[in-house]
């Protein structure tokens, strides 16, 4: 197995061991293995791809990308294990193709798994094999990840009428509201109402600004609370955060807009009355 990155030397040991296993588990299957060949494929599953079958890499490598990125490469002497999981869905599947062909042997996955169950020895190399396996891709999802993001959240509640943010102060944490709903107020007037899921307190964190409103328990609410510290490392390494944070920000723009609107009518209403008077 190859990788675009750097490799630790356990990965290297875990790899050598797991070559040893596949040849050890092959050298007692009972089964004419099946020649194919691969032209290179770009995208998707090379033709004839069958997720029933195990394949043995003869020649060549195979790129395994999933989420439209090649995540390894299987070499000579490396076994392609489908992975059944996602395969009927598209945005949930990993695919199978060569950069520049490969020679593979095929092997009926029902019938390869009947001769590893009918013998005890058989059954522990296979057992020894796919924990070898967790173990490499375990070593190989730490070396892609770009940010070592240890976040320690907390949890609260606050009950109806507690202040969970006050307006002025330095922000501590960002927080996401779990349940209940939270009264959004600046110098005293509400301005808009916090729901289940939302994220909050975002902006003074990201501005490093003193708060800009005080938000109040409405309901009794549950909170997760992250250090404004770790919080802008999060936003970095996890693009769903960064998407709700925008949807929660946009969501407080149009509320804090009708309120204003709301106001201005109210208040020509008043002006209106006066004169009138």
Known sequence: MLASVELPDDFKLLNQQYRGLVQALLADIELLPIRVEVAPTLSGNFRGFDPAKFYLVASGTVTVRYSDRAVYLLE??????????????PD??????SEAGASLNSFSALEFMQQVFARPSMTKLWTRLLVTYSGMLLRLTAMHTQVDVVTTPGFALYEPGEVIITQGERAQFVFNLTSGLADVMVDGVPVGIISPGEIFGAMAAL???????????RSRCSVVKVPTSQFTEL?????????????????SIVSLNEQVVQQRVGSNSDTQGGDEA
């Open 76 to 89: 000579e002497g490396d076994i392609l294990l489908p992975d059944v999981t996602g395969s009927r869905d």
């Open 207 to 217: 501005t490093h600004a003193d708060r800009s409103a005080t938000v109040r328990a």
């Open 92 to 97: 949930a599947a990993v695919f199978y193709g």
């Open 235 to 251: 936003i970095k390494s996890n693009p769903a955060t960064i998407q709700a944070l925008l949807t929660d920000m946009a969501n």
